[in-house]
């Protein structure tokens, strides 16, 4: 990994393991005895070719995830995975949801603001900023969960893989979501994951590969890329498409069910 001698690590993970309930009561150790530190002003981009390898990493890292072995450690002020339910509350609405993350995460006296802007990047459909979370669709619900994530200011932004981050998308509702990532993250640390390497290296110069949860390749992330490409995977699947628009028809996949699951995280 290229670091700054003169930066300082924000997140370090130390001989973390990560282990995961599967079918029929197995255990699945997602990440094993990962050591790696996130400097201050890199951008790094995690490719694995198991998304549940590379979110079990951000979520470690992101501090809302307990690994079973090792220890993290955190010294910035570090986002929620973007996009994620969090701790938000399907009976309460967008706006009442809105005003108590702004209340914790926002800048004293740009409630109004910052409420304007989520509810405007959300772009959801007429009133449904003060209708419950419950009664939203699940496209509305996940560029609320989009919006609150890119209102607020971190020094470091963990952002997992979500149906917006697609590097051909010619929805303007995404394109926006795009822009506004862009600008909060601006300057930022980043911890990215996506299996769209375009969309990723617009954002992360630098690289990690997780292989069977241990980190096999560091380094520009051009040349991790280049790396995993030639001996873990030629071809790496791509997600399905999903649009924004809730009258399309859209097929249920076990991806499509992870990527808008209200429950991911």
Known sequence: ????????????????????????????????????????????????ESMQ???????CAAGITTPQRGHVSIQAHVSWPLGSKGGLSSVLSGRQNARFLQGVYGRG???????????????????????????????????FYLAVSLVFDFDVYVIPQQFAWKSNTSSEKVLRLHQALRDRTSGKSI??????????????????????GSIAYSGSFSDCRAWYEANISKAPEEDIDLQLDPEETVPTTELESDILEDDLW
Request: glycine share 4%; net charge neutral.
């Open 1 to 48: 990994m290229i670091k700054n001698s003169l930066s300082r690590p924000l997140i370090s993970l130390c001989d973390i393991s990560r282990d995961v309930n599967s079918s029929k009561d197995n255990v699945r150790r997602l990440l094993k005895n990962v050591s790696w530190e996130l400097q201050e002003g890199q951008r790094v981009g995690v490719i694995a």
């Open 53 to 59: 390898e590379a979110h079990a990493f951000l979520d």
């Open 109 to 143: 006296g740009q409630q109004r603001n910052e409420l304007d802007q989520i509810e405007k990047l959300a772009d959801l459909e007429k009133n449904y900023f003060d209708k419950p979370l419950k009664s939203y669709n699940k496209y509305m619900r996940a560029r």
């Open 191 to 212: 911890l990215m994951t996506n299996t769209d390497f375009s969309f990723l290296g617009q954002f992360c110069d630098e690289g990690i590969v997780l292989d069977q």
